[in-house]
Nanobody, 113 residues
């Protein structure tokens, strides 16, 4: 059974940084495509970033050059480093394991102006 546990969310001022973590069990992250999504209040869940088994990455245009997705194969954890945060980045951020279509419970990020 795949379990994804996100952490690292919080309240930060605009221009600040946060690192989100997604600790995985029941799946080997380095062998799978893993992603981050987010859902702002009253909006649909949207794609943020992806890291493939080959370590290729992809980003939504809105976060490109500000966010970086990475993974630690020893810790079996996926990270999302978020820099220069903007109020429009406020959302609940979810980790996803594509192959299993599994989702974490989410971690809330609030960016104040």
């Amino acid at each position: 059974q795949v379990q994804l546990v996100e952490s690292g969310g919080g309240l930060v001022q605009a221009g600040g940084s946060l690192r989100l973590s997604c600790a995985a069990s029941g799946i080997i992250v380095r062998l799978n495509s893993m992603g981050w999504f987010r859902q702002a209040p009253e909006k649909q869940r949207e794609f943020v970033a992806l890291i493939g088994a080959s370590s290729s990455t992809d980003y939504a245009d809105s976060v490109k050059d500000r966010f970086t997705i990475s993974r630690d194969n020893v810790k079996n954890t996926v990270y999302l480093d978020m820099n220069n945060l903007k109020p429009e980045d406020t959302a609940v951020y979810y980790c996803r394991a594509y192959a299993e279509n599994s989702w974490g419970q989410g971690t809330r990020v609030t960016v104040s102006s």
